[in-house]
């Protein structure tokens, strides 16, 4: 590769960034730079997005250091990788201070300061910035709506839900899955299941992702029959497979049955299935073994935990 043409090494750069490899995202980014090979504004959002991918918010800080050097920390695109690497962080005062420098924002700009109290769970704030979008006349788009209505789940604000709602279906948005299985998912946590069974119904092309949505909808509402019909109805399609978060969600539904057999069986097909060892769902079976009551089991999945956590492996893919 020439070490003079700066498109080839940000093509290396957002390759290795868009496929999760961050380090070498990094590296490169690194190497370009001792090589004295020109960067521009194409070079730093890949760059941010592999800081944030790491979570190394020092080299963050250097990387922004360096493009306000440049002259670039009022491009826009660039501002916009600014504002979610430090959302990612939850340094909300730095992003809040990068937007309000911002001669014009964008729909991208708006979206990653909703985003950004989405991640430091401020939901509340973030439905305000979200308002405050709508007011300042910029038009949402699915991501917009998506991240509001994650918000009004945590918040159980079913107003302002159905007032996202409302906005999805004056744009066009209420046949796009991401959408239906954000808003099921908002009915359920804010106790409307049947709101949420009627958006479950109208998905015509139901993934796994919506059929766990629903048997959580279930789950969440102390419906657990309906949970386990939702189960058969999947494995009846051949298309369609299980995930361990189908799992996760089945499991409080069997405790709230009293159906240890229902649970036993569950574990045995997360195991046959390759989904353990798996932090999340290994907590699941513990709480539902502890439910029960059966701790010789509970000790088990305890110890399993224990071991995988301290296993060579499990410290290496910390590093």
Wanted: glycine share 6%; proline share 3%; hydrophobic share 45%.
């Amino acid at each position: 590769m020439s070490h003079s043409n700066t498109f080839h090494w940000n093509l290396m750069i957002r390759g290795y960034t868009d496929n999760s490899f961050f380090l070498h995202a990094l590296n490169m980014y690194l190497t370009m730079r001792f090589q004295g090979v020109p960067t521009d504004h194409f070079t730093y959002p890949f760059v941010l997005k592999a800081c944030g991918g790491l979570l190394d918010f020092r080299e963050g800080e250097k990387v922004h250091g360096s493009l306000f050097k440049m002259g670039l920390a009022e491009d826009l695109y660039v501002c916009n990788s600014l504002i979610g690497t430090y959302g990612k962080f939850g340094h909300i005062d730095s992003t809040v201070k990068l937007f309000e420098e911002m001669p014009l924002p964008d729909l991208v700009s708006w979206n990653s300061m909703v985003g950004a109290y989405l991640m430091v769970q401020q939901y509340f704030t973030s439905l305000k910035w979200f308002r405050r979008m709508l007011h300042a006349r910029i038009l949402p788009n699915k991501f917009s709506l998506i991240n509001a209505l994650k918000a009004c789940s945590h918040c159980f604000y079913n107003l302002w839900g159905r007032e996202v709602h409302c906005y999805a279906l004056k744009m066009g948005f209420e046949s796009d899955v991401m959408v239906q299985t954000s808003l099921l998912d908002m009915y359920s946590k804010c106790r409307s299941l049947s709101y949420a069974e009627r958006i479950f119904d109208s998905i015509s092309s139901r993934n796994i992702v919506a059929w766990n949505a629903m048997i959580g909808a279930y789950a969440l509402n102390g419906q657990p029959i309906q949970a386990f019909d939702s189960l058969e109805n999947i494995l009846k399609d051949d298309k369609m497979a299980v995930d361990n978060v189908t799992l996760i969600n089945l499991l409080s539904s069997c405790a709230q049955l009293g159906a240890i057999l229902q649970g036993k069986t569950i574990h045995g097909l997360a195991i046959k299935k390759g989904f353990l060892p798996h932090p999340v769902l290994e907590t699941a079976l513990l709480d539902m073994y502890g439910e029960f009551g059966i701790l010789k089991l509970a000790e088990v999945t305890f110890d399993q935990m224990i071991r995988h956590e301290n296993s060579p492996s499990s410290f290496a893919s910390k590093h």
